[in-house]
């Protein structure tokens, strides 16, 4: 993938090799190291919370249990994949092009309009399907996996949802909040999910997704409309 992406731009002329001779520039490689700390922190915040989750399952249940979540969960990732490899590549470099605030609410909205509704339909068509898509994808062996789908889809839809306000604080390099945001809710998963499945069983581990989301979706819903709603008189 590398080598045909790098002959098709110096092919067409947007990379030059000549480009990469320029003097080093210190402001610059500060401004993206900003950026390397949030990555780095995605990175492994994101495993690690997934990991100590499936750890404390497979004890507090089975390894069959952890599967099935594990399941589910990939499921999840896949299904998304469309949605959230259009926030990287359009969404983000789009963010940190406004510099003004009422250019970023109407792309929020822009997008947000057309992505939502692209992830309801595929959560609702993948919940009502829900036992072709174990059948085809895994085996009949895991159908108790189908309780699982309703919240792990809500908290889908709510992660989405809240990702559109979150990569703001990537766009305009609010590296502290964002790291601390990442490190909160990664923790706050794993609490939930031991705090909840004492109480649902292994279903509660799909409650403590959704739970997580809502309350970092509230968080970003504050956050933001602190940020961009503000009087007239402040914008650039």
Same mark, same amino acid.
């Given at each position: 993938?590398f080598?045909?992406?790098?002959?098709?731009?110096?092919?067409?002329?947007?990379?030059?090799?000549?480009e990469?001779?320029?003097?080093?520039?210190?402001?610059?490689?500060?401004d993206?190291?900003?950026y390397?700390?949030?990555?780095?922190i995605?990175?492994?915040?994101?495993?690690?919370?997934?990991i100590?989750?499936?750890?404390?399952?497979?004890?507090?249940?089975?390894?069959?249990?952890a599967?099935?979540?594990q399941?589910?969960?990939r499921?999840?990732?896949?299904?998304l994949?469309v949605?959230?490899?259009?926030?990287?590549?359009?969404?983000?470099?789009?963010?940190?092009?406004?510099?003004?605030?009422?250019q970023?609410? &109407? =792309?929020? @909205?822009?997008?947000g309009?057309i992505?939502?509704? #692209?992830?309801?339909? *595929?959560?609702?068509?993948i /919940? $009502?399907?829900?036992?072709?898509?174990?059948?085809?994808?895994?085996a009949?062996?895991?159908?108790?996996? &189908? =309780?699982? @789908?309703?919240?792990?889809?809500?908290g889908?839809c #709510?992660?989405?949802? *809240?990702?559109l306000l979150? /990569? $703001?604080?990537i766009a305009?390099?609010?590296t502290?909040?964002?790291?601390?945001?990442?490190?909160?809710?990664?923790?706050? @998963?794993?609490?939930?999910t031991?705090?909840l499945?004492?109480?649902?069983?292994?279903r509660?581990v799909? /409650?403590?997704?959704?739970l997580?989301?809502?309350l970092?979706?509230?968080?970003?819903?504050?956050?933001?409309?602190?940020?961009? @709603?503000?009087?007239?008189?402040?914008?650039p």
């Amino acid at each position: 993938v590398f080598l045909l992406t790098a002959g098709w731009s110096l092919s067409g002329g947007w990379i030059r090799f000549t480009e990469f001779a320029a003097r080093f520039n210190s402001q610059v490689c500060r401004d993206l190291m900003h950026y390397t700390a949030m990555a780095l922190i995605t990175a492994v915040t994101l495993p690690v919370s997934l990991i100590l989750v499936r750890t404390y399952l497979s004890k507090a249940f089975s390894e069959q249990a952890a599967g099935y979540w594990q399941a589910i969960w990939r499921i999840s990732d896949t299904y998304l994949l469309v949605v959230t490899n259009a926030l990287a590549v359009y969404y983000l470099p789009k963010l940190a092009e406004l510099k003004h605030d009422v250019q970023v609410r &109407r =792309e929020i @909205f822009h997008v947000g309009i057309i992505a939502m509704p #692209l992830v309801l339909l *595929s959560a609702g068509s993948i /919940y $009502l399907f829900r036992d072709y898509v174990l059948r085809i994808l895994f085996a009949t062996s895991f159908f108790p996996a &189908r =309780e699982l @789908f309703a919240y792990q889809l809500t908290g889908d839809c #709510l992660k989405i949802a *809240s990702w559109l306000l979150s /990569y $703001l604080m990537i766009a305009r390099a609010m590296t502290k909040i964002y790291i601390a945001t990442e490190l909160i809710f990664s923790a706050s @998963f794993v609490i939930l999910t031991i705090a909840l499945t004492r109480l649902f069983g292994l279903r509660g581990v799909t /409650y403590a997704f959704t739970l997580n989301y809502i309350l970092y979706l509230l968080l970003m819903i504050f956050l933001f409309r602190r940020l961009l @709603f503000r009087p007239a008189a402040a914008e650039p």
